[in-house]
């Protein structure tokens, strides 16, 4: 049965079960007598309202409901009512009033066992919610454990509400497992400080076992679905180091003749990274661009060592062939879909455009320059001019960062100039480390 169906049948149920007690208006008038309670305690009775010092309105309630719980127990009603009682200042413990005859032989104890031994059969406690704005059902569920330390909030919320709705996993002595719902008024008599549940257990095994087995496949189902996206992660963080590990042995090779390559591009994903977070680039878009930046002078693998090596200025000649490594470059990381890649490309492809347009390979001017492309621009330009060379002496860390503003709004875009100029505290830091570690190196 549907979980929506079966909380609204069982309200019926508990709706036609539970009318008279409210309107008072069945076999009442076989009580005759205010204090004449003989004919409850014949029948083996152990609650204690009864017997103690309690309000007359609060006995007469008790015995008009034991009265009428015993006339549904001599039916076949499938029901099992109860009335359970507890303090509302001292002893918050639950007692029972009443319990049907069934709810004795299913728990195979007597009337004053019964809160004790009911307590101690619950496994799980679940009540449902109907939210009516979206018209679902929302379920919470507690176990035993848990279910201790939340009896007093939810005999509060009873309280205030007027009534409960609970379903409960019971274990029975013969360990067979059943579902009881539960649902009951709740009415709070205040010259007593006592409240009464008078309600009713319905058993409804087969339609929560029919809901412990479909969440029990779709537990099934977010396992499979979690081991699934576990092993897709392994298999894309696999990928990922494999295209990091193949973008940096091809940047290496390009530097086989070309000896400032593998320090250059080390240092060129460091700055690379202080102005990509000065631009404010996410995590990811930061981490994609550190990497893919070592490959933005790939295209030199295709370039003579002769040209890349010669000390002295290049002639028009040659200076048309060291700017075919941008398309080169380019092309050679072409052809796949990885993010990585991808910008890869583009920065081989675009570093070397100005944002005025006189750059190449294609002329392209201020955002049509891709991001990526112009913040490499300026970190390729200050570690060239800071890092020696065949036909070069390095220059100091000032004069670069002043070239550098020099450059703004005609070479470089100008907003990234000032924000690469407030990080110099920074990119100095990145320069003197290396260089540090590169004269260790050499020592």
Request: aromatic share 8%; glycine share 6%.
């Amino acid at each position: 049965m549907d979980a929506n169906i079966a909380i609204l049948y069982l309200k019926s149920l508990y709706q036609r079960l539970m009318a008279p007690i409210k309107y008072g208006v069945m076999h009442m008038r076989q009580i005759t007598k205010l204090h004449d309670f003989n004919w409850v305690f014949d029948q083996d009775y152990c609650g204690r309202i009864l017997k103690g010092d309690f309000s007359d309105k609060l006995k007469r309630r008790v015995a008009e409901c034991i009265l009428l719980f015993r006339n549904f127990n001599a039916t076949a009603n499938p029901s099992l009512p109860y009335i359970s009682a507890w303090h509302e200042d001292s002893d918050k413990s639950i007692w029972y009033e009443f319990a049907a005859s069934k709810l004795l032989d299913l728990l195979k104890c007597q009337s004053c066992e019964v809160s004790e031994i009911f307590r101690d059969s619950i496994i799980k406690w679940c009540s449902y919610d109907y939210e009516a704005n979206n018209d679902t059902v929302s379920q919470k569920m507690l176990c035993r454990t848990a279910l201790t330390g939340m009896r007093k909030k939810l005999r509060d919320d009873g309280k205030l509400s007027g009534n409960v709705e609970a379903v409960y996993k019971i274990a029975l002595q013969d360990n067979k497992i059943i579902w009881l719902k539960d649902m009951a008024s709740v009415e709070s008599f205040q010259d007593d400080r006592i409240c009464l549940s008078l309600g009713a257990l319905m058993d409804v095994t087969k339609e929560m076992e029919k809901e412990e087995q479909r969440q029990a496949e779709e537990e099934e189902l977010r396992g499979k679905h979690a081991a699934l996206e576990k092993e897709l992660e392994k298999q894309s963080k696999k990928l990922w180091k494999t295209q990091i590990e193949m973008i940096y042995r091809l940047a290496q090779a390009a530097g086989y003749h070309d000896n400032s390559t593998g320090l250059h591009i080390t240092k060129m994903s460091h700055y690379c990274d202080i102005l990509s977070e000065a631009v404010g680039l996410n995590n990811e878009e930061r981490e994609l661009l550190f990497h893919a930046t070592s490959m933005h002078d790939v295209g030199k693998i295709a370039i003579a060592e002769a040209i890349l090596q010669k000390p002295g200025k290049l002639d028009e000649h040659e200076f048309e062939l060291i700017k075919t490594h941008s398309v080169i470059g380019a092309k050679l990381l072409s052809g796949n879909d990885s993010p990585l890649l991808e910008m890869a490309q583009s920065i081989a492809l675009n570093h070397h455009e100005r944002w005025d347009g006189a750059g190449y390979p294609n002329g392209l001017c201020g955002d049509e320059i891709p991001l990526s492309g112009r913040i490499a621009a300026i970190c390729d330009v200050f570690d060239a001019l800071t890092s020696e060379r065949p036909y070069k002496k390095a220059w100091r860390i000032n004069d670069a960062l002043s070239e550098v503003k020099k450059g703004r709004g005609t070479k470089f875009d100008p907003e990234l100039v000032d924000l690469f100029l407030s990080r110099k505290s920074h990119i100095a830091d990145i320069k003197r480390r290396f260089q540090v570690d590169h004269e260790q190196g050499c020592a």
